[in-house]
């Protein structure tokens, strides 16, 4: 009953099966009770490039965010079962490669969906599983995501500001804010905003539109930035 009232607000709409995975794919899971998704790139082979942090550098803080950090952390079955593909991925931070058991944790799978209309973007009640943006041809999505792992660079992980879903649709877009390369906020991160802000209005539809108006693919200040100098930009910045 809870999976079919889930199903009819848009939240499994976009569950597929492994068959249906084509590299290049945007995937997520969703953690800890479906307050987060983790998300990444698929390239093929049962291998998904991901954007994470490392089991323990965000625990402590005393809220919730502990718990999202060590659900976004590859796990097959604990520290004392480590993955035979894999092996120990829970210290590893950063730009990561995953088996898909791993990258799932147990969880289901779904599609992020790309190119979306404005209708279907407001029909959907959760944000950071879809945009209005479009994806680019899924070779150039795959040669991104494997740049930035093989320099393991995509600035410093933040749960709101620079988070698995920022560095997925990089990956399928390469748009990103201003001239200064500045990442667009993520729906998972635009909802939280837009939650807190439509509560003190009289629409219920008010988040959804905040999340409309945010959307990467709604924003007029985004442009096309290669790999190579977001990786330039970011490799001068933390040796500086």
Same mark, same amino acid.
């Given at each position: 009953?809870?999976?079919? +009232?889930? $199903?009819? &607000?848009?939240?499994f #709409?976009n569950q597929?099966?492994?068959? %249906?995975?084509?590299?290049g794919?945007?995937?997520?899971s ?13 390239i ?5 490039i991901?954007?994470t942090?490392?089991?323990g550098?965000?625990?402590?803080t005393?809220t +919730?965010l $502990?718990k &999202?950090?060590?659900? #976004?952390v590859?796990?097959?079955?604990g %520290?004392n079962?480590?993955?035979p ?5 829970s210290?590893?931070d950063g ?8 990258f ?5 799978l779904?599609?992020f ?7 279907i973007f407001?029909?959907?009640?959760r944000g950071?599983?879809?945009t209005i943006a479009?994806?680019d041809?899924?070779d150039e999505?795959i040669?991104r995501?494997?740049?930035?792992l093989?320099r393991?660079?995509?600035?410093n992980?933040?749960p ?7 560095f997925a649709?990089?990956c399928k877009?390469?748009?990103?804010v201003g001239?200064d390369?500045?990442l667009?906020?993520?729906g998972?991160a635009?909802?939280?905003s837009?939650?807190?802000?439509a509560?003190r209005?009289v ?6 539109a905040?999340r409309?108006f945010t959307?990467i ?6 442009m ?8 330039a930009?970011?490799?001068s910045a933390?040796?500086g």
């Open positions: 009953m809870e999976s079919l +009232f889930l $199903d009819k &607000i848009g939240l #709409s597929i099966s492994r068959d %249906d995975l084509k590299a794919d945007h995937i997520y969703w953690r800890t009770a479906f307050v987060y998704a983790h998300h990444g790139i698929y093929g082979d049962g291998k998904v991901h954007f942090r490392g089991d550098l965000e625990i402590g005393g +919730f $502990d &999202i950090i060590v659900g #976004s590859p796990n097959h079955g %520290d079962n480590p993955c593909n894999c092996g120990h991925q210290n590893l730009v990561i490669s995953s088996c898909l058991d791993c799932l944790s147990g969880g289901n779904y599609l969906e790309y190119g979306v209309s404005p209708a407001l029909a959907k009640l950071g599983t879809c479009t994806s041809p899924s999505v040669s995501a494997k740049f930035l093989s393991n660079v995509f600035g992980y933040h709101f500001e620079n988070n698995c879903e920022d649709i990089y877009t390469s748009l990103m001239k390369y500045v667009g906020r993520s998972q635009s909802s939280v837009a939650v807190a802000f509560s209005m629409s219920p539809w008010a988040s959804n905040i409309l959307d693919g709604m924003r007029k200040d985004v096309k930035v290669p790999v190579e100098s977001l990786v930009v970011n490799t933390r040796e």
